[in-house]
C-alpha cells in the first residue's frame, strides 16, 4: 500500500475513533446528568415523603397534646387548618409532579384518604374536646381506628419511601452504569486513536519513510561521487519510497552503462589511436622488415585476443609465405599455394568457422578459433594476406573489428605496394634494365663511398665480353642481348654477396668486392671466365659458338689509391685483350703467377 493511503486511512481511522470518542464522552456526561436527576430525584421524594410523616404525625402529636393539656399553643400549631391543608396539598402535587409510577399514584391516593380521615378525626375530637366531651376527644385521639388510621398512614408513607427509593436508587445505577460504560468506550477509542498515532509514526514515518531515506541518502552520495559499485536493495513494496528506490535503481544502471558506453568509447579511441600511429609508421617504413616490425608491435595492443600472420608472395606469385607473426596463431601454415585461401579467391575477406558454417581455407588445421583472412591488394594487385585468428571467444569476425582489420588490410597493403614501386623505380633508377645489374651510376656512388675508407681492402674486376661484334653481326642484336644476359647471370651468381656487380657500359661490365684481397678476387674472376666459356649458348635453335670474357683486376689500397682503382682495373683488362683475351690479368706484372689459373 502507498504511503499517501495509509496516511489517508490513519487520518480517517483517526477522525473516525475522535468522532466516537466525542459521542461516547457526550453519552457518559449524558448519563452522568441523568445520574444526578436520579440523585436528585430520590432526595426529592424521600425529602417530601418524610415531610408527609412529619407533617400527619406532627398534627397528631399536636391534637392529643392539646387535649390532654388543653393548653391553647398547641391548639394554635394545629388550629392552622387551611395551612396545614394547602401543605398536605403542595407536597402531593410536587409528588405528582414526578410522574411516579401507578403504584406510587395508588399510595398517594391512600395516603391522602388516610390524611383527610385523620384530619377530619381530629377535628371532630378537638371540637368535642372544646365542647367539654374531653372523653370523647381523647377517645377518638386514641382509639382503636384513630390508631389504625394514623398507623396505615404512616405505613403507607414508609411503603411509598421505599418505593420510591428502590425506584430511583435504580435509575441511579443504571445511570452509573451507563456513564461508566461510555466512559470506558471513550478512553479506550482515544487509547486506539493514540496507538494508531504512533503506530503511523513509527511504522510510516520510521519503518516506511525515516530509515529507507536515511539508505537511500548513503546511495545519492556515492553516486553523486559517480560510484556506481553500490547496490541498491530492491524493494518490493509499492509505494512512493519504492518507487524512489527504484529511480535510483534506473539511475545507477544509467550510470552503469554509462560508465561501460565511456569505456568502450575510450577502448574504442585507443584503438583508433593505435591503428592511427600505426599507419603513420607503416607510411614512413622504408623496408618490408620495417612493415612487419610494425605490425608485430602494434598488433598485439590493438587486438589483444587475436593472433595473426602476415603473409607476402613470393617473386613468382604463386606461393604465400610468413613475413611477420604475433601472438602465436596455431591453425594457419607458414607456406602454402595462392589458391588454397579463399579470401585470396574471392578477392574478398573470408571467414573459416571452425564449427563449418562456411567453406574452410585449405591452409588452416582442423579445430581451434574462428580465422579470418584478409587479402591485401594494392593498385589492382594482390600482394599478400594479413591472417587472424581468434585465441579465445572475443570475436574476431565482429562487425568493428572487421572494419578497423580491413582498414589495417588496405594501409599494410598500400605500405607494401609503396616500398615495392620504391624498390621498382629504385631498381629502375640504379640497374641496368637489360642485364638486371647495376648501372654506371650506382658504380660512381659506390666508388664515391668507399673513396675516404682506411684500412680496408677493395678489390675491383672489369670484364669484357671479346669479339662481342660478331654476334650482333651474325646473329643479331637480340642475339647480343641475350649473350650480355647470359653473362650478367654468371656474374651475379659468382659475385653473390661477396660483393657488387655493375654494368659499366656496351659489354662491359664491373665488380667490386669490399674487404677482398687480391689472391680471392683473382680466384673469383677466373671462376667467372671459366664458368662462361663453358657454357654452351643458343639462340631460337642456332649455337652462338664459344662466349670468353677478359677480365682485368686491380686492388686498392696497397696497389694504389682508390680513386684510381677503376682506372687501373681496366689498364689491365686492356693488357689482358692485348694478350690474347680469355683471360685474367692482374694490376701489376710479376706479382703472380697466372699461368697455374689458366691452365685450370
Not at 9 to 36: C, K, N, P
Not at 207 to 229: H, S
Not at 347 to 373: F, N, T
Not at 542 to 548: A, M
Amino acid at each position: 500500500m502507498r504511503i499517501h493511503e495509509i496516511t489517508n486511512w490513519a487520518y480517517g481511522l483517526t477522525l473516525v475513533f475522535t468522532g466516537l470518542s466525542a459521542v461516547a464522552f457526550i453519552a457518559s456526561s449524558h448519563s452522568a446528568d441523568r445520574e444526578r436527576a436520579a440523585v436528585e430525584h430520590h432526595l426529592s421524594l424521600d425529602t417530601l415523603a418524610e415531610e408527609l410523616a412529619l407533617g400527619a404525625d406532627e398534627r397528631t402529636n399536636e391534637a392529643r397534646l392539646y387535649v390532654m393539656t388543653g393548653e391553647e399553643r398547641r391548639l394554635v400549631s394545629f388550629s392552622d387548618e387551611e395551612r396545614e391543608e394547602k401543605r398536605l396539598e403542595g407536597t402531593i402535587a410536587t409528588i405528582r409532579s414526578l410522574e411516579p409510577p401507578k403504584s406510587e399514584v395508588d399510595l398517594l391516593n391512600s395516603i391522602r384518604q388516610d390524611a383527610d380521615f385523620l384530619d377530619a378525626t381530629e377535628r371532630g375530637a378537638i371540637d368535642a374536646y372544646q365542647q367539654g366531651d374531653v372523653d370523647k376527644a381523647r377517645n377518638t385521639l386514641f382509639g382503636p381506628e384513630h390508631v389504625r388510621v394514623h398507623t396505615r398512614f404512616m405505613a403507607n408513607v414508609e411503603d411509598f419511601r421505599k418505593d420510591t427509593a428502590n425506584r430511583t436508587l435504580s435509575a441511579v445505577h443504571d445511570a452509573q452504569f451507563r456513564a461508566d460504560f461510555f466512559g470506558v468506550i471513550a478512553r479506550v477509542l482515544l487509547g486506539a486513536t493514540a496507538a494508531l498515532f504512533l503506530g503511523v509514526l513509527y511504522f510510516v514515518l520510521r519503518r516506511r519513510v525515516a530509515m529507507p531515506l536515511v539508505k537511500m541518502a548513503a546511495v545519492v552520495r556515492r553516486l553523486a561521487r559517480q560510484d556506481y559499485e553500490v547496490e541498491v536493495l530492491p524493494d518490493e513494496r509499492h509505494d512512493e519510497i519504492s518507487e524512489m528506490n527504484n529511480a535510483l535503481a534506473v539511475f545507477r544502471e544509467n550510470g552503469l552503462e554509462r560508465e561501460r558506453l565511456d569505456a568502450a568509447r575510450r577502448a574504442e579511441q585507443e584503438t583508433k589511436d593505435l591503428i592511427l600511429q600505426m599507419m603513420h609508421r607503416l607510411q614512413a617504413c622504408q623496408t618490408r622488415g620495417e612493415v612487419a616490425e610494425m605490425l608485430t608491435r602494434f598488433m598485439p595492443q590493438i587486438f589483444p585476443t587475436l593472433a595473426g600472420h602476415l603473409l607476402l608472395l613470393n617473386d613468382r606469385r604463386t606461393t604465400l609465405r610468413v613475413d611477420a607473426t604475433w601472438l602465436e596463431p596455431r591453425r594457419c601454415q607458414d607456406q602454402f599455394e595462392l589458391s588454397d585461401c579463399w579470401a585470396l579467391r574471392r578477392g574478398h575477406p573470408h571467414v573459416s568457422d571452425a564449427r563449418g558454417g562456411d567453406a574452410q581455407c585449405k591452409h588452416l588445421r582442423e579445430g581451434g578459433q574462428e580465422a579470418l583472412c584478409v587479402p591485401l591488394s594494392a593498385l589492382g594487385d594482390t600482394i599478400g594476406l594479413l591472417y587472424f585468428e581468434e585465441m579465445d571467444a572475443a570475436g574476431a569476425s565482429g562487425e568493428i573489428s572487421r572494419l578497423y582489420l580491413e582498414l589495417i588490410a588496405e594501409n599494410v597493403a598500400l605500405a607494401i605496394a609503396n616500398l615495392e614501386l620504391r624498390e621498382r623505380l629504385t631498381d629502375m633508377a640504379i640497374r641496368d634494365p637489360l642485364t638486371g645489374l647495376l648501372n654506371r651510376r650506382s658504380l660512381d656512388e659506390m666508388l664515391n663511398r668507399f673513396a675516404d675508407g682506411q684500412g680496408s681492402s677493395l678489390a675491383c674486376m672489369m670484364l669484357d665480353i671479346d669479339h662481342f661484334k660478331r654476334f650482333n653481326d651474325e646473329f643479331g642484336h637480340d642475339a647480343g642481348d641475350m649473350v650480355m644476359q647470359h653473362v650478367a647471370q654468371i656474374i651475379r651468381e659468382s659475385v653473390a654477396d661477396r660483393g657488387k656487380a655493375f654494368r659499366f657500359g656496351g659489354e662491359e661490365f664491373t665488380v667490386l668486392c669490399p674487404g677482398m684481397e687480391m689472391e680471392q678476387a683473382l680466384d673469383m674472376a677466373e671462376t667467372i671466365r671459366v664458368t662462361v666459356a663453358d657454357a654452351p649458348l643458343n639462340h631460337r635453335g642456332r649455337p652462338l659458338g664459344r662466349i670468353t670474357v677478359s677480365i682485368g683486376v686491380a686492388q686498392s689500397p696497397s696497389e694504389g689509391p682508390r680513386s684510381t682503382l677503376v682506372s687501373r682495373a681496366d689498364a689491365s683488362l686492356l693488357k689482358a685483350k692485348e694478350e690474347g683475351r680469355n683471360r685474367v690479368r692482374p694490376g701489376r706484372e710479376q706479382t703472380f703467377d697466372l699461368a697455374p689459373l689458366i691452365d685450370s
